[in-house]
């Protein structure tokens, strides 16, 4: 069984905006933060955005601050990852994480679950 499975990846032009959706289990969404991560390709993984089990803690990469936003949908599971202004550098695949502790994945990239991942690119 899939714990998370992300959606909403394609290629986009720069400027435009996007949304990506990690469908999860009702007991990852209740229990667990819920992050975004990204792979641009010869990168390291960077962490994007990151909401607590509770939506009342969230944060942000430094190169998506003001540019994305991440939010949860309670009546189907899914947290979403809302992205505006985009630009080619935010061309990577995009991973869905959960783990129970906000700071072991907001601070340290650690998760106990990740998704396959969708691919973002970015280009004109």
């Known amino acids: 069984q899939v714990a998370l499975q992300e959606s909403g990846g394609g290629l986009v032009q720069p400027g435009t905006s996007l949304v990506l959706s990690c469908a999860t289990s009702?007991?990852?969404?209740?229990?667990?933060?819920v992050a975004w991560f990204r792979r641009a390709p010869g990168k390291e993984r960077e962490f994007v955005a990151a909401?607590?089990?509770?939506?009342?803690?969230?944060s942000y990469g430094d190169s998506v601050e003001g540019r994305f936003t991440i939010s949860k949908d309670s009546d189907n599971n899914v947290v979403n990852l809302h992205m505006n202004d985009l630009r080619p550098e935010d061309t990577a695949v995009y991973y869905c994480?959960?783990?129970?502790?906000?700071?072991?994945?907001?601070?340290?990239?650690?998760?106990?679950?990740w998704g396959q991942g969708t691919q973002v690119t970015v280009s004109s």
């Open positions: 009702e007991w990852i969404f209740t229990k667990n933060a």
């Open positions: 994480a959960a783990d129970g502790q906000m700071g072991t994945i907001a601070l340290y990239g650690r998760a106990d679950y």
């Open positions: 909401i607590n089990y509770s939506g009342n803690s969230i």
